[in-house]
């Protein structure tokens, strides 16, 4: 029973063991290397695969083919003249008023059609 109890004391210093730790563990050494350069590697080609499936996501929605009415919306603004920069309301009430401009047109010509081909006889 004659031991002191100063080195049962240093032999249970935290602080000690805490500083001896990470002396021995600092990541300069070949086995952490190994250990985190994979890890790196592997996070590395994921992140390079998000970007590439985030491009090809894009390039598939960008290739899709889009729903019929939207086509036919499409068609519609190019033929109703100054019809492209309005919404869809406008676009139909352009497309009426179009029709019935079309539709005076043709009878006019009639008319016209009519009317010089009877002072012809």
């Not at 695969?49 to 899709?64: E, N, P, V």
């Not at 009317?115 to 006889?121: A, F, I, T």
């Amino acid at each position: 029973m004659g031991a002191p109890p100063q080195p049962l004391l240093r032999s249970l210093d935290l602080k000690g063991m805490v500083l001896e730790t990470k002396d021995r563990c600092k990541p300069s050494g070949s086995l952490w290397r190994k250990v985190l350069e994979p890890k790196a590697k592997r996070r590395l080609q994921r992140r390079r695969q998000r970007i590439l499936m985030k491009r090809r996501a894009h390039l598939t929605d960008s290739r899709r083919p889009t729903s019929g009415i939207q086509r036919r919306v499409r068609t519609l603004k190019k033929l109703v003249p100054n019809s492209e920069s309005m919404g869809l309301d406008g676009l139909f009430r352009e497309t009426a008023d179009f029709i019935l401009s079309l539709q005076m047109r043709v009878k006019v010509m009639q008319i016209m059609v009519k009317v010089l081909s009877d002072s012809d006889k």
